[in-house]
């Protein structure tokens, strides 16, 4: 074959529809997509009626008027209302959907000079959809030939559609994967501290793991402790959708009499309404009160010596530090008053609480999204390992009560399947199809920092040198930290493609954008709870695709085409074959077990969701209790088969910044250190009325924001003395950004701290640019992009201090919800 050299203009000019006649109307394009593929399915859709489909946030009920969506409500009735449930129309009709495939003016007209800098401020060209294909497929394979597969970067970090056929990020992989390779990522946002902890811990992950029943809770437990966790607002998204049931939980727990503990600088909508008694040590120093704790319970001889010696291994070696016989500090209550700000008598009068009666220690995320977040978890075990209630009923630790509807108990259900990555190379996805992983929220120093070598859990990892990014899911121009580093980093690669619905601030940031649908306008499947497995449900298509959008699985299958493996992408399947063979592979297992299930086209038929059976067992459900029963023939997963307080494998490692067993150390920015560098401390809590960045652009937002801002909650009497009326447009600052949100005066936030949700769009005035302001109060421009230690890497968001202060410069309106500016209809 003879071996021709095609430049980008070269390839350009060759799309003569692209330079010469005009766009197909979104009709035509859609119309020539079907007639040329057998991969997209078009169902009869209902124009008149009502249709369950599913999200994050729970089955809903969809009213369709003449072939558009006019309202959506919960489909399970009884249960507490669900604000999220009532948005889907704004979801599929909004002015930031991204209507056609887009590319960046100047990476298109200067192939040799695309302008990265110009990322967030250039002009956009609308494309057609072959060309688009074309254009992404010639990038692809450019980038392979110059700089090899470990060049490709498959970000695509995020909450994904609930649904098990349309998962962007797997279809990507899988995409990459059969044409050759690309760098991956391992861990995530949410736990990356504690989801490497814990297994040098307990053996397994925890966070993502069934906890002790609620049942059991409700029977046996005194003392509830909601140790950093607001499952209100938590609880009403799961991974997959949410059955819930776990607010409903929490409404028994409301009315059982127990007494409820919360711990957390924010009193949040949680402790108001369980009417919780709250301790609000200062922020980031959980550690000293949980060693202060320790302290107590073992000078008062309070612990469970017999656990101790027969459940957990190395508790002398750590004892010696909670004496202070090697630095001559003691780790007692007046020691842990000083870092934490309470009062010696509240940590004296919980270490007694806590051993005196059955506690269940219920620890939220934050805590280890904090710099040394490694510590929090890996010493509230061992807390938890002195009172001696871990495996007993209603006693113990869990780590995801608050995600999911942890402790709901777990329904007898067969296992739906869903896409994989696909057996390249003759290994699994994440295999041979990768040539490396880095850690997940270490993207901005890889891109930054190629040939970098880093520690990783008694590993090295070397940065590749990225020069194509291809995100498919997620936002991370709000969900990364420092945005401003990120924006540095994200000039790096030569080419940057997204597909999304929408124009999120990411989007905006790409050179190729490919505009796909959202999970209303395809049809999927799902399980419901994730813990529970209650429910199997169709995501039934609501409506026709807006515009000129595209699923994932289409765009990629076309792009597999262009490097001939469409057949093996595809197997032949659309949508609807694929989903079918998902329930049927269940199916199989439900007949195995005498579970009744009925068949395809009835469940599909139906247009309501399955529901699954729970045996009464598992609502007695108790975490480690066959541990406890045995621990020689049930042991953990760690190195011992017990509950490592002091780890020899991390011993080993010899890691600066993260010793071998639970120890405070001073984060880099808190409110106790020498010569601050800011005044407040930022709690960037989950949002109550998103999921981080997901719905932020529908009109849910009107009732929570602040002067057209995002809100902050600032204590009154901080506010007093900035002269910060509540309403005002406050200036969030620190030396690594600035923003603007809506103050929010309220006694529920601790002193000296402040309250800002994640989540909401990245909006710099004037275009992305190093240092711009932001409009809309993202507060990922104010945090600190280092690793919690060497050993999981995960993020710092909630380290970090900032500056306040009412601001008088001219607030520009938020206009990061509709269409760029400035976008041309060809060349």
């Not at 060309?131 to 470990?150: F, N, P, V």
């Not at 302001?773 to 230690?789: F, R």
Request: hydrophobic content about 35%; some cysteine; charged content about 20%.
């Amino acid at each position: 074959m003879k071996n021709t050299k095609i430049t980008r203009r070269g390839f350009l000019k060759a799309s003569a529809l692209f330079a010469t006649l005009p766009l197909l109307d979104n009709v035509t394009q859609r119309s020539q997509l079907l007639a040329n593929s057998n991969i997209s399915y078009t169902p009869n859709l209902v124009q008149n009626g009502e249709v369950v489909s599913a999200a994050h946030w729970g089955m809903i009920k969809h009213t369709i008027e003449n072939g558009k969506i006019i309202a959506s409500n919960p489909y399970l009735e009884g249960k507490t209302p669900n604000p999220l449930q009532n948005y889907t129309a704004d979801l599929v009709y909004t002015n930031a959907r991204i209507r056609y495939p887009m590319a960046r003016k100047s990476y298109i007209e200067n192939p040799d000079n695309p302008k990265p800098e110009l990322r967030g401020r250039d002009e956009w060209v609308r494309l057609d959809y072959d060309t688009a294909i074309k254009l992404i497929a010639y990038e692809l394979k450019k980038t392979r030939r110059e700089k090899g597969d470990s060049s490709i970067y498959a970000g695509s970090y995020g909450w994904y559609s609930s649904g098990r056929m349309h998962n962007c990020r797997i279809l990507l992989w899988r995409f990459l994967g059969m044409t050759g390779g690309y760098v991956g990522s391992t861990g995530d946002y949410s736990t990356g501290a504690s989801q490497v902890i814990m297994p040098h811990v307990t053996g397994s992950l925890e966070v993502y793991e069934q906890q002790t029943s609620w049942d059991t809770i409700m029977l046996d437990t005194k003392i509830v402790v909601l140790w950093g966790m607001n499952p209100l607002a938590t609880l009403r998204l799961d991974w997959g959708v949410t059955d819930s049931e776990g607010i409903e939980y929490l409404k028994r727990l409301k009315d059982s009499g127990k007494r409820i503990i919360h711990i957390d600088p924010v009193k949040n909508e949680t402790a108001v309404e369980l009417n919780a008694e709250w301790i609000a040590p200062i922020p980031n120093t959980d550690v000293a009160l949980m060693l202060g704790i320790a302290h107590t319970m073992y000078k008062n001889n309070k612990y469970d010596k017999d656990f101790i010696e027969n459940y957990t291994t190395g508790f002398d070696k750590f004892l010696d530090y909670l004496l202070g016989k090697n630095d001559k500090t003691p780790k007692d209550a007046k020691w842990a008053s000083k870092i934490t700000g309470l009062n010696e008598e509240v940590i004296t009068e919980l270490a007694n609480a806590f051993f005196d009666n059955r506690t269940m220690f219920m620890s939220g995320w934050g805590m280890q999204r904090a710099h040394h977040g490694e510590q929090p978890h890996w010493m509230l075990v061992t807390l938890a390992s002195m009172t001696g209630q871990i495996g007993l009923p209603g006693g113990g630790f869990g780590l995801s009560y608050h995600y999911s509807g942890g402790g709901c108990p777990t329904a007898k259900a067969p296992i739906l399947s869903g896409m994989t990555a696909g057996n390249v190379g003759g290994g699994g996805w994440l295999d041979t199809a990768t040539s490396v992983n880095i850690p997940v929220a270490r993207v901005a120093d890889m891109l930054l920092n190629p040939g970098k070598i880093i520690d990783d859990d008694g590993k090295k990892i070397t940065y590749p040198d990225i020069d194509f990014v291809y995100w498919v899911g997620g936002n991370p121009f709000v969900h990364h930290q420092d945005t401003n580093t990120l924006i540095k980093a994200w000039r790096k690669p030569r080419t940057v493609v997204v597909h999304d619905p929408y124009w999120t601030p990411t989007a905006r940031m790409a050179d190729i954008v490919m505009p796909a649908t959202t999970s209303y306008e395809r049809n999927d499947i799902a399980m419901v709870g994730d813990y529970s497995n209650a429910y199997m449900t169709p995501m039934k298509q609501l409506v026709e695709k807006e515009y000129e959008s595209a699923d994932d699985y289409q765009i990629f299958y076309d792009l597999a085409k262009e490097f001939g493996v469409g057949e093996k992408f595809s197997e032949n399947k659309n949508e609807m074959q694929w989903i079918e063979e998902f329930y049927n592979s269940a199916l199989k297992q439900a007949q195995n077990q005498n579970i009744p299930m009925p068949s395809f086209k009835e469940f599909w038929d139906a247009n309501k969701p399955l529901k699954f059976e729970i045996p009464y067992e598992n609502t007695e459900f108790i975490k480690f209790k066959d541990f406890r029963d045995d621990p020689i023939l049930n042991p953990l997963g760690t190195p011992s088969g017990l509950i490592e307080i002091y780890s020899s494998t991390i011993e080993k490692m010899k890691y600066d910044d993260c010793p071998p067993h639970p120890t405070w150390l001073e984060p880099i920015e808190w409110l106790g250190m020498q010569n601050k560098p800011a005044e407040f401390h930022l709690i960037s809590s989950h949002p109550t009325d998103r999921l981080h960045s997901q719905l932020n652009q529908t009109s849910l937002r009107d009732k929570y924001a602040v002067n057209g801002r995002e809100p902050v909650w600032i204590n009154p009497k901080d506010a007093d003395k900035k002269g910060i009326k509540d309403g005002d447009i406050v200036r969030i600052f620190n030396k690594r950004g600035q923003i603007l949100a809506g103050a929010v005066l309220t006694e529920n936030v601790k002193e000296g701290v402040v309250k800002l949700s994640e989540g909401a769009w990245y909006n710099p005035q004037g275009g992305a640019d190093i240092g711009a302001l932001c409009k809309n109060g993202c507060a990922n421009v104010l945090t600190i992009d280092i690793p919690t230690s060497k050993l999981a890497n995960g993020n710092i968001s909630h380290t970090a201090l900032v500056n306040v202060e009412k601001y008088t410069g001219n607030a520009e309106e938020v206009d990061v919800f509709i269409q760029p500016q400035g976008y041309r209809v060809n060349i």
